[in-house]
C-alpha cells in the first residue's frame, strides 16, 4: 500500500536523499510557508489533502516559526501520524490535533544535549571557575576548593529521554540519585524511584533537584511554598521542563531566605522573559533563553528519529516515542 509522507518543503530539501535511500512506499507531499500543498504535480489546498505521515522538523518551524506551523498542520484535512520536534506535548495544538485522529510521537532528540547543558551549569556552580580566571589574571597562586558531585544527592523529577540521560551521567559522576516517575518501579541508574506521592520523602535528602517532567495539571506549580519549605539549606533546582512547573514568587523567597543557593533556570511561564523580571538580576539565578537543548548533535538525532519511525509507519511496523493523546 502506497501511503503519503507530508513535509515543509525545506525539510525535503534537507533529507530528501536520504530518505530515497530507504526504498519505502511513499508518495511525497510538500507544504511551504503558506501551507498550500504540492502533491502529485497539483496545487491543494490544505483542507483537501490527507497528510498521512507528518514530520513537523526543525526546517520547518526555522521557516514558518512556530505558531504557523502549528496552524498549518491544523488545516489538513487528517493526519495519521504526527511526528513532533517536541519532547513536551502541553502546547494545546497537540490536544487539538490529538483530538482530529492523530497519533503523535515525540522527540527523544534533545536528551543528550539538555543533560550536558545541566552539567555544564552545575559545574560552574559547584566549581569557583570565575575565581581561578581571576587569579590567574592576577597571576595568584592560590587553592581553589570546590565541591564533587559525588558528594551529592540528586533527585529527578520525570525519567523521560532527557531525565534518563541525566541519571546516567550522574550515577557516572558517583551521585546519589533518586528519581520521580509515573510508576513507582526501579531504574538502573537511580538509587530509589518513586512517584510524586513520595516527594515529601525525597525533597528533604536532595542536594540538586532537576526538573525534567512534563507540564500536567498535577505538575503545574508544583514547585511551591511547601515544595521548598521541604528541601534542605543551600539546594540547587534546575529547571529544564516548562517555567510553569515554578512559582516564581515562591523561587524567590525561597533564594531569599536561604532554602536554596541557586537556582539554574532555561524555562519560563513566559517566553522570552519581561524585561522587568526580578529573576534577570538576582543573584541566586544563573539563566538561560530556553537553549539547553541546543546542542550541536541535536539535530542529526531528529532525523535519525524521523528516518526510523517513518520506515517503521510505512512497514506497518510499531511507531517510536508514540505519546499518549494529551488531554484537551
Known amino acids: 500500500m502506497i501511503r503519503t509522507l507530508t513535509l515543509h518543503e525545506a525539510a ?3 533529507i530528501g536523499k536520504r530518505l530515497d535511500a530507504l526504498g519505502l512506499p511513499l508518495e511525497i507531499a510538500t507544504f511551504g510557508n503558506d501551507g498550500a500543498v504540492a502533491f502529485r504535480g497539483a496545487a491543494l489546498a490544505p483542507g483537501d489533502h490527507d497528510a498521512g505521515y507528518l514530520w513537523l522538523s526543525r526546517q520547518a518551524s526555522a521557516a514558518m516559526g512556530q505558531p504557523a506551523l502549528f496552524d498549518a498542520a491544523l488545516a489538513f484535512r487528517s493526519v495519521d501520524v504526527l511526528q513532533t520536534y517536541n519532547a513536551g506535548l502541553d502546547h494545546p495544538f497537540y490536544a487539538a490535533i490529538a483530538a482530529k485522529g492523530a497519533r503523535i510521537c515525540n522527540s527523544s532528540a534533545q536528551g543528550v544535549a539538555i543533560a550536558e547543558y545541566v552539567f555544564a551549569e552545575l559545574l560552574a556552580v559547584l566549581h569557583p571557575a570565575e575565581r581561578r580566571r581571576a587569579l590567574q589574571a592576577e597571576r595568584r597562586w592560590e587553592l581553589t576548593p570546590f565541591r564533587e558531585i559525588s558528594q551529592t544527592r540528586w533527585l529527578i523529577l520525570g525519567h523521560g529521554p532527557i531525565g534518563a540521560a541525566l541519571a546516567h551521567r550522574a550515577k557516572a559522576f558517583g551521585a546519589a540519585v533518586d528519581v520521580v516517575r509515573r510508576s513507582p518501579a526501579g531504574t538502573a541508574d537511580a538509587d530509589r524511584a518513586g512517584t510524586l506521592a513520595d516527594l515529601p520523602r525525597f525533597l528533604p535528602d536532595a542536594d540538586i533537584v532537576i526538573l525534567a517532567c512534563p507540564l500536567t495539571p498535577e505538575t503545574r506549580g508544583l514547585a511551591g511554598a511547601e515544595f521548598f519549605a521541604a528541601l534542605k539549606p543551600g539546594a540547587i533546582l534546575v529547571n529544564v521542563a516548562r517555567g510553569a512547573l515554578v512559582e516564581t514568587p515562591a523561587l524567590l523567597s525561597a533564594l531569599d531566605g536561604g ?22 538580576s538576582h543573584p541566586g539565578v544563573r539563566m538561560t ?14 532525523d535519525a528519529l524521523f528516518l526510523d519511525n517513518v520506515a517503521r509507519w510505512a512497514r506497518d511496523e510499531p511507531l517510536a516515542r508514540l505519546a499518549e493523546p494529551p488531554a484537551a
Open 289 to 302: 533563553a530556553h537553549t539547553s537543548y541546543a546542542g550541536d548533535g541535536a539535530g542529526g538525532r531528529w
Open 12 to 14: 525535503l530539501a534537507h
Open 259 to 280: 532554602r536554596l543557593s541557586t537556582a539554574i533556570l532555561d524555562v519560563f511561564d513566559q517566553e522570552p522573559l519581561p524585561e522587568e523580571s526580578p529573576l534577570w
